[in-house]
């Protein structure tokens, strides 16, 4: 069963803006995972934030977990037309053998 | 960094007939693999993980003998769907992981259209 939810679903913003992804999930995880995905690609992985983790950064990427919220945001900033992709956050659950994929956000980045 | 491929890329067929879709580790060996399916526009939703040598676990709702999984090696997983219908077609995705959920490499997906 998919337990993330993202919002927004789609997000449109000028190249240069900051995009800001959230992601919701409903029990308790290990860690959870950012990963983009081009149209009609396979997925290609960002960033891995550990349950015990509240903030991490990797070039223009910043993640944030709450886990009392269960929530997480991704943050990309400067953007680029290349950002232009979706985005999707899993979640590793505890005691299950599998990532659990959101719905995804299509981000687009206009030139 | 590791890859993943799978093949074909993409691949049409007539309803009924089955198709084999494979999947390989090429520069490490994984213990596990997971088969995910995403429909248009979609999420990824797994299908099966499967361990080198034994039976696949399949998710609920899918016929694990209408999508049959082997892997037989630690580099290669296949997926066969049988009896293909025009809504099996859909966008299939392999990952591979060495070992533990945290590291999983997605293959670039194989786009099956039935007609």
């Known amino acids: 069963s998919q337990q993330g939810e993202e919002d927004p679903q789609a997000l449109s913003i000028q190249e240069g803006e900051n995009a800001t992804m959230n992601c919701s999930y409903k029990t308790s995880i290990n860690n959870l995972q950012w990963y983009r995905q081009n149209s009609g690609r396979g997925l290609v992985h960002l960033i891995l934030i550990r349950s015990n983790e509240r903030e991490k950064h990797s070039g223009r990427l910043r993640v944030t977990l709450d886990t009392s919220k269960k929530s997480s945001s991704l943050l990309i900033t400067a953007s680029r037309a290349a950002d232009t992709a979706s985005y999707f956050c899993?979640?590793?659950?505890?005691?299950?053998?599998?990532?659990?994929f959101g719905q995804g956000t299509r981000l687009t980045i206009n030139p | 960094g590791a890859v993943v491929s799978q093949h074909p890329s993409r691949v049409i067929c007539k309803s009924g007939t089955s198709v084999k879709i494979e999947c390989r580790s090429l520069d490490f060996q994984a213990t596990t693999m997971f088969w995910y399916r995403q429909f248009p526009k979609q999420s990824l939703m797994l299908m099966a993980t499967s361990n080198e040598g034994s039976k696949a676990t399949y998710e609920q709702g899918v016929e694990k003998d209408k999508f049959l999984i082997n892997h037989a090696s630690l580099t290669l997983s296949t997926l066969t769907v049988t009896s293909a219908h025009p809504e099996d077609s859909s966008f299939y995705i392999c990952?591979?992981?060495?070992?533990?959920?945290?590291?999983?490499?997605f293959g670039p997906g194989t786009r099956l259209l039935v007609l």
């Open positions: 899993a979640t590793d659950e505890e005691g299950a053998q599998k990532l659990v």
């Open positions: 990952s591979a992981s060495p070992g533990g959920l945290k590291t999983q490499y």
